[in-house]
C-alpha cells in the first residue's frame, strides 16, 4: 500500500502539471503560437515542437536568433500572421525585450512535450543508435530525452527539422558549442539521416 506521503506526492506533482498545461500565456506567445500552436506542440515537420524544453534551452534559442546566430528560418515564418510586425524569426526576437524572452521560456518549457506522429526506417534508426552512443550521448543523454541537459528534446522532435538543423550545423550556419563542432562535421548525409530516425524511434518508446 502506498504511503500517505507518496499519495501527496503524487496529487501534488500532478497539480503541478495541470497548471504548466493550463497557465495563461504571456502576450507575446501569440506569436510563437501561430507557427509552434498555443501549447509548442507543432503539426509541421519543419517546425520544432519546443514545448517542454528546459527555460534555459528556449531562452538562449531566441537570444541566439536576436543575434542572428542561426538562420532565420524565412520559409517557415507564418509572414501572414505577422504581417507589418517582423519578417522572419531573427526580426520578431529582436523585437522582444528580456522580460518577454524570460516569460516566453518559462511558459513553453512548463507545457508538456508530445512526440511527433511519423513514421520511422528502423535500419537506419538501429544506425543512428550507434552514432548517438558514440558521438551524442555525453550530452544528449538517455537518446536525448531530457529537458534537464539543457540542450533541447531530440528523442520524438519532427525528423524534418532535426535534419535541417544538423545541417545548419555542420555547414556552420548556427552557433554551436565549440566541442560540438568537430562530431558535427564528422557526419555524413546518411549519419544525419539515421541521427533523425534514431530520435524519431525514441520518441515512441
Known amino acids: 500500500m502506498r504511503s500517505i506521503t507518496s499519495l501527496i506526492l503524487a496529487a501534488l506533482a500532478a497539480l503541478a502539471m495541470s497548471a504548466g498545461v493550463f497557465a495563461k500565456a504571456p502576450p507575446a506567445a501569440e506569436d510563437c503560437a501561430s507557427c509552434h500552436n498555443k501549447d509548442g506542440i507543432s503539426e509541421d515537420e519543419d517546425i520544432p515542437i519546443i514545448a517542454g524544453a528546459s527555460a534555459f534551452f528556449l531562452e538562449n534559442q531566441m537570444l541566439i536568433f536576436k543575434e542572428g546566430a542561426r538562420p532565420c528560418a524565412k520559409e517557415e515564418f507564418g509572414e501572414e500572421e505577422h504581417d507589418g510586425i517582423a519578417e522572419d524569426h531573427c526580426d520578431l526576437a529582436k523585437a522582444l ?109
Open 97 to 205: 525585450s528580456e522580460k518577454e524572452i524570460t516569460e516566453l521560456a518559462a511558459y513553453f518549457a512548463e507545457q508538456p512535450f508530445k512526440s511527433a506522429d511519423q513514421k520511422v526506417d528502423e535500419e537506419l534508426a538501429g544506425m543512428g543508435a550507434q552514432i548517438h552512443e558514440q558521438r551524442c550521448e555525453k550530452c544528449h543523454s538517455d537518446s536525448g530525452s531530457l529537458a534537464l541537459d539543457d540542450a533541447g528534446i531530440l528523442a520524438g522532435q519532427w525528423k524534418a527539422y532535426l535534419v535541417r538543423t544538423m545541417q545548419d550545423y555542420k555547414n556552420g550556419d548556427r552557433w554551436q558549442p565549440e566541442k560540438m563542432q568537430p562530431a558535427m562535421e564528422a557526419l555524413s548525409e546518411k549519419d544525419i539521416q539515421a541521427l533523425a530516425e534514431h530520435y524519431a524511434r525514441e520518441g515512441k518508446k
